[in-house]
């Protein structure tokens, strides 16, 4: 049953076990935030809500194992969240991944799987969150997407689409909310020091001191969600370096 007398807002996070997702739990956490912490693997998620309580021992943190590429578990998620808080405040789509390729080299399958991970699940998730938004009448959506989007490196033909659509459906969140105070943000970082960097790029390529922490990427996220770059509410935050970090 939701704590109805729990006041502390609510944030869902999907890649939440580690890296940037990790970072911006621990992150809200600090700022006195509960939170559902969703991704595919239940260990981490276990791991990173024991983090957030060392930073805060009043936090509430529930782990919902979840692949977002599945719409009835995208559904399960918000739904759980309701059912555990009675609220949601705000919306973190971090997930990302899947196959990389070139147009010419990704099968159809290696296409379907990267856009339903990196856009199709953010939409989902967009949409099932929108009805508990409505009811509040205010909440807040950050799609953590990529440099990708706007100069993908060759290889990177689904993921930076997919990472393109999902700051449009930020740019259609101001555009349809009307009077909701609905807020949306993009946050597009570059080179991010993650398991999923490493994955895509060595270090010959991309050597570690040329990546950014997850950390510096949580900050910027953070901000958004408690509303210190209100100024840019619709818009895609570019982080290609860290930004001053003064909390």
Known sequence: ????????????????????GRA???????????????????????????DCREHNSNCRVHCVP??????????????ETLSQFGRLDALVNNAGGGPIGTAKESSPEDLR???IINAASAAWLIHEAW???EKQGEGCVVNVTSMA???????????????????SMVRSIK???GDLNIRAFSVAPGAVETDLLRTYFDENIVPKHAAMTPEDIAHVIVGCICGEHDDRDGE?????APLSQTS
């Not at 979840?66 to 739904?79: E, G, K, M, N, W």
């Not at 989007?149 to 700051?167: I, R």
Request: a positive charge; one cysteine or more.
């Open 24 to 50: 911006t739990a621990i992150g809200l956490a600090r700022r006195g935030w509960n939170l559902v912490l969703a991704g595919r693997r239940p260990a981490p998620l276990t791991n990173t809500a024991a």
């Open 175 to 177: 555009n349809e909310r």
């Open 149 to 167: 989007a706007h100069d993908p490196f060759p290889g990177l033909f689904a993921y930076g689409a997919g990472k393109a659509a999902c700051e």
């Open 113 to 115: 799987t990267s856009l």
């Open 236 to 240: 895609t935050i570019i982080v290609r």
């Open 66 to 79: 979840t692949d977002v590429a599945d719409p009835s578990q995208c559904h399960r998620l918000i739904d």
């Open 1 to 20: 049953m939701p704590d109805q007398t729990h006041s502390a807002p609510v944030a869902v996070i999907t890649g939440g076990g580690t890296g940037i």
């Open 131 to 133: 009805p508990a938004f």
